[in-house]
């Protein structure tokens, strides 16, 4: 059963790995939407030659342009959000089954053993020999003689 409880955190491990990959490539694209929309929003506005007035149609792409990378940054930031919880509850179900090795590991474990056990010899078709109450008659009969 060490060997299932080793397979178990070699398991969790992965997966937290997996997800740890994915959240630090979510960050990197929500960085670069951030900076990307960022630099949208500090250049100067759009003037028509030597004119003070500004070009309606360049200021409404701008405009445009800026609202699609403020909808991606947002989209990008939530999926960012929900796989950092992720990672984290999942770090904490890694070291609370890290710290459960000593201690209520042998127990658990044993009592899923014979569990297996039982259920092996049941299967096999020897319950019936080996069963408690056959063997409580079996020693009584020593005894009652």
């Keep these: ?11 969790v491990g992965v997966v937290y790995f997996l997800i740890q990959r994915r959240v630090a490539s979510l960050e990197k694209k929500y960085s670069s939407a951030a900076k990307e929309a ?33 909808d991606k940054r947002d989209r990008l930031e939530t999926n960012y959000l929900t796989w950092h919880q ?8 890694r070291q609370r089954l890290s710290a459960w090795k000593g201690r209520k590991l042998p127990y658990t474990f044993g009592a899923i053993d ?13 319950g019936q020999y080996l069963n408690a109450r056959h063997l409580v008659e079996a020693l009584m009969s020593l005894f009652t003689r």
């Excluded at 059963?1 to 397979?7: F, G, N, P, S």
């Excluded at 984290?88 to 179900?93: F, T, Y």
């Design 1 to 11: 059963m060490i060997l299932l409880y080793t397979a178990l955190l070699l398991l």
């Design 86 to 93: 992720r990672a984290e509850r999942l770090g904490k179900l």
């Design 114 to 126: 014979v569990a297996c056990a039982m259920s092996a010899i049941d299967y096999l078709g020897a």
């Design 38 to 70: 960022d630099a949208l929003l500090r250049q100067g506005n759009f003037r028509e030659g030597n004119s003070n007035r500004q070009d309606p149609y360049q200021s409404a792409k701008r405009q445009y342009k800026l609202a699609l990378l403020a």
